[in-house]
């Protein structure tokens, strides 16, 4: 996979020339810049939903090693039927941004 930590940047994805010639010679082309779709980034919307939940108590975490615990306590609270149905929107999700041809999606 290309090192494409920062999508929005206007640096080409590092490959090493190993893996250049290697996939020249099975005949791979590869894209000049991989595809970036935030929108099927499932995990957004549960570290919202997360995020929700932990502005929602009444204490809120006063250091890391706090909001660690709160995290993992609060992750745990998170509906499970919301969580699976995150996973089961992928296939619609891949759908619309094929025939958005890579635009913007309303999730």
């Known amino acids: 996979m290309d090192d494409n930590k920062n999508p929005g940047a206007r640096v080409r994805p590092r490959r090493t020339l190993a893996v250049e010639k290697l996939l020249e010679s099975e005949g791979i082309t590869r894209m000049d810049w991989p595809a970036y779709s935030p929108d099927l980034n499932t995990i957004e919307h549960a570290w919202d939903a997360l995020a929700r939940l932990i502005a929602a108590r009444l204490h809120h975490p ?19 039927e919301m969580l699976h149905q995150l ?21």
């Open 62 to 80: 006063e250091n890391t090693q706090q909001l660690k615990q709160m995290l993992i306590k609060v992750w745990a609270l998170l509906p499970q």
């Open 87 to 107: 996973v089961l929107s992928m296939r619609r999700r891949c759908e619309v941004t094929i025939a958005e041809r890579g635009g913007h999606i309303p999730y």
